[in-house]
């Protein structure tokens, strides 16, 4: 299939993005951002009816307010803008999935395949340029096979009357010819030399000699020929991961009551289930994506602890989550990706244990359910570790992952706390002898005096693990006079005065 | 009150029926005027019995209706009971029901309430095999070695961090409901006034247990089938206190734990203020 690529220009996008949320009077006025340059105030970029007037940018603020007295002035924000381009290309996904930025006024889509979807590639063009000019966009679009020549017909063969150009397959290079070699992404520079050189189009360089145009200006130049061309390739990374299991639902009319949502959901999750299970695969991670009419995209992700494709287990997990999502003006597409999926084949439930494989399914339906509302670290399964080290021997796992081979000796090891502190705590103890346990200690601002005491245990630092590793200690099952019982150690070595910590809480 | 819905009615039907929301409301006025003499005759049995105090029949028939107001929760012979040795004797289901929600209330630092949860959790967990256990935190979780020893398996031990009490009580709710869990605990510091009744609905809809550990010594909450507060005693003993049961009476012992079975056994039984002299004699 030949490619087809959209490469859509909006030479005013940052002044159109301020322009289109002020009031209808203001958004008349001219309209320039600036930039802070060594003192001055410099135009970075000025709406068409500001460049009418022949503001420019580079131009110093105080030379365009001699040129018009009422422009309206607001700070240049490249984050901001880079932002906002980036959510217009997501919502742009809504189209294809293959949506790209192309520099800091630009978008890329790459609609191979897509364009029939939506009646043919002219009124594709259309559709999309009138969706753009709703917002408040100035657009011009160019739709050719290569990325590079869409560019440069999206930028050097539209005016205000013909917005859009369409090189049909095969007629690139005709198309090429006759646009100027500014065209090809490379510097102004060299354009400018070609053009005095007596070669001011791309159809120019076409007919001389490769090799000496090369040796003149680089290989950068060259390579900017052939991409256009399409004889390298240049590929669109898209913003969002591509995904080989998409699905999408166009609506005729906006939709946006939450019955109406859930139905939609319904149907995307029914036709995800027979493509997964088709391909004998799992969903692990589930991103809905609903496109709203004023050009949001809105993100719903759900994980799953273990791979799934049951269209009633999926929906209950979006279900919460859809309901916080605000369709604003109404959706007007809705597309369902599995991002990460994992192999599920097809089973045949056994007549007899139906119900423990049901029982499986379920809990880990309700450790979905928990990970989507609370997180997906927050639902952990413990699983004891082979090791002296206290810190280390408890730790926790994915649920469902961890087997019981290394709990099994702890049942003949030296007691351990049911709760051991995040870190130890310093506690002020008093012991009567330096190898004895303490007579009494002060923790948390309670004096306990020690009733009975069961130790030394020591447990040196793995030296083998850390390096320097940790010094060893000497614990103590400690109980006090009202029978709480606490584990306590004293950090050796013993030369200096020892200092006591309280680590875990007996039952 | 008759009279009010009566006009009501009245009004109603004068509101001409269009379209299907029309239908439904006029049906509601229907329904409770033909269940209101039945309401009334109702009240009247249960007025009349209370005045004749003394009459064991007429009791049991009240508890029976209270019974079934609480659902199936109360029926001893439906659910399930976990066996406490000693101290069956004082619940009304002879032993800890499976299905409901029960509270253990104690202090931070002295554990017991925390052992006495992980114990009476490892004693579902071997009932309900091969299910897992959930624990709901704000925190950290429990040390594995320290529950490996305590009998419970720390491989069917679920943890489960939400730092909001809106999200513990969310979690143990769906927890309870599944019915795929051997017990689910979480840990709560306070308890809004409806969510003992629906916790206690989500156990009974799911069948499965549920604890609430509260261990900053703070007052006993209602609604739950039984309160407990346990307090550490020397020499490795726990002081038990059944603080509320839903047709019990109040009760406390003294017990001696057991760490080498995972088990307690009775020392003392503290009736009414006589704990002076088992903690004496203990």
């Avoid at chain 1, 580079?58 to 959510?87: F, K, N, Q, S, T």
């Avoid at chain 1, 209950?316 to 599995?338: K, Q, S, Y």
């Avoid at chain 2, 003993?237 to 019990?248: A, D, F, K, P, V």
């Amino acid at each position: 299939m030949t490619r087809r690529v959209i490469s859509i220009w909006l030479p005013t996008f940052a002044t159109d993005r301020i322009k289109r949320r002020l009031p209808p009077a203001e958004a008349r006025r001219p309209l320039a951002t600036i930039r802070e340059e060594a003192g001055r105030a410099i135009i970075v970029a000025a709406c068409a009816r500001a460049q009418s007037e022949g503001i420019r940018p580079g131009l110093p603020l105080a030379d365009a307010r001699a040129l018009r007295l009422d422009i309206l002035i607001r700070p240049a924000e490249p984050v901001r803008e880079a932002h906002e381009l980036a959510a217009l290309s997501d919502w742009s996904g809504r189209w294809t999935p293959w949506s790209a930025t192309d520099g800091c006024d630009g978008l890329r889509l790459d609609v191979t395949g897509c364009a029939h979807l939506f009646g043919g590639e002219t009124a594709l063009l259309e559709t999309i340029l009138a969706r753009f000019e709703r917002f408040g966009f100035t657009v011009r679009a160019g739709l050719a096979a290569t990325p590079g020549a869409a560019y440069a017909l999206a930028r050097f063969a539209t005016d205000s009357l013909k917005r859009y150009r369409v090189a049909a397959p095969g007629e690139t290079r005709a198309a090429l010819a006759i646009l100027p070699v500014a065209a090809l992404r490379i510097p102004a520079s060299d354009a400018q030399a070609l053009t005095r050189l007596g070669l001011p189009l791309i159809g120019n360089l076409l007919e001389v000699a490769r090799a000496p145009l090369v040796a003149r200006f680089g290989i950068e130049f060259a390579r900017r020929l052939d991409q256009a061309l399409g004889v390298l390739p240049e590929p669109i990374s898209p913003r969002s991961p591509h995904a080989p299991i998409r699905v999408r639902r166009d609506f005729a009319e906006p939709i946006g009551r939450p019955e109406d949502l859930s139905l939609a959901l319904r149907s995307l999750l029914d036709a995800l289930g027979r493509e997964l299970e088709a391909a004998s695969l799992g969903a692990r991670r589930l991103d809905l994506a609903l496109y709203r009419v004023d050009g949001i995209r809105l993100c719903v992700e759900v994980g799953l602890s273990r791979p799934a494709r049951d269209p009633d287990r999926l929906r209950v997990l979006f279900e919460e989550r859809l309901a916080a999502c605000d369709p604003g003006f109404g959706v007007e597409a809705m597309a369902l990706t599995a991002s990460q999926t994992g192999p599920l084949p097809l089973r045949q439930a056994p007549l007899t244990q139906a119900g423990a494989i049901a029982s499986a399914a379920d809990l880990a339906a309700l450790l979905d359910r928990l990970q989507n509302r609370l997180g997906a670290k927050a639902v952990q399964q413990l699983a004891c570790r082979d090791s002296h080290w206290p810190e280390r021997a408890s730790h926790a796992v994915q649920p469902l992952t961890a087997r019981s081979s290394e709990s099994a000796p702890w049942r003949q090891r030296p007691h351990r706390p049911l709760r051991l502190l995040a870190r130890p705590e310093p506690v002020e103890a008093v012991s009567l002898l330096p190898d004895y346990p303490p007579v009494c200690f002060r923790w948390r601002r309670g004096l306990h005096r020690v009733a009975r005491a069961e130790g030394p245990e020591r447990i040196a630092g793995e030296w083998w693990r850390l390096s320097p590793s940790p010094e060893a200690r000497d614990y103590y099952r400690i109980e006090d006079s009202e029978g709480r019982r606490f584990w306590i150690y004293r950090t050796l070595p013993k030369e200096v005065a020892p200092a006591w910590y309280l680590h875990g809480l007996f039952a | 009150m008759a009279w009010f819905l009566l006009m009501w009615l009245g009004a109603a039907n004068q509101v001409p029926d269009g379209g299907s929301t029309g239908s439904a409301s006029g049906s509601a006025p229907h329904r409770t005027v033909l269940d209101f003499p039945n309401q009334k005759e109702q009240n009247k049995n249960i007025m009349k019995p209370l005045s004749h105090r003394a009459d064991p029949a007429v009791i049991e028939a009240l508890r029976d209706r209270l019974a079934a107001l609480g659902r199936r929760s109360e029926d001893k012979a439906e659910i399930g009971s976990l066996s406490l040795g000693g101290l069956d004797s004082a619940l009304p289901w002879g032993g800890l029901p499976l299905t409901g929600v029960h509270e253990i209330a104690g202090a931070v630092a002295d554990g017991a309430a925390l052992g006495f949860a992980v114990h009476l959790l490892a004693r579902f967990a071997a009932r309900r095999a091969p299910r897992p256990v959930l624990w709901i935190a704000a925190a950290e979780p429990l040390y594995a070695p320290g529950l490996a020893q305590a009998g419970l398996v720390p491989e069917r031990f679920l943890f489960v961090a939400a730092r909001n009490l809106a999200d513990r009580l969310w979690a143990l709710e769906e927890a309870l409901r599944s019915g795929r869990l051997a017990a689910a605990l979480a840990e709560v510091s306070r308890l809004p006034p409806t969510a003992s009744r629906r916790l206690q609905l989500a156990a009974e809809a799911g069948g499965s247990p549920g604890l609430l550990l509260h261990e900053d010594g703070g007052a006993i909450w209602n609604g739950m089938l039984t309160s407990w507060r346990v307090t550490a005693a020397p020499a490795g003993r726990w002081r038990l206190e059944l603080c509320r049961c839903r047709g019990g009476v109040p009760r406390g012992w003294m017990v001696e734990r057991n760490d080498a079975a995972s088990d307690f056994n009775m020392v003392a039984d503290l009736r009414d203020g006589s704990d002076q002299a088992a903690l004496a004699a203990g």
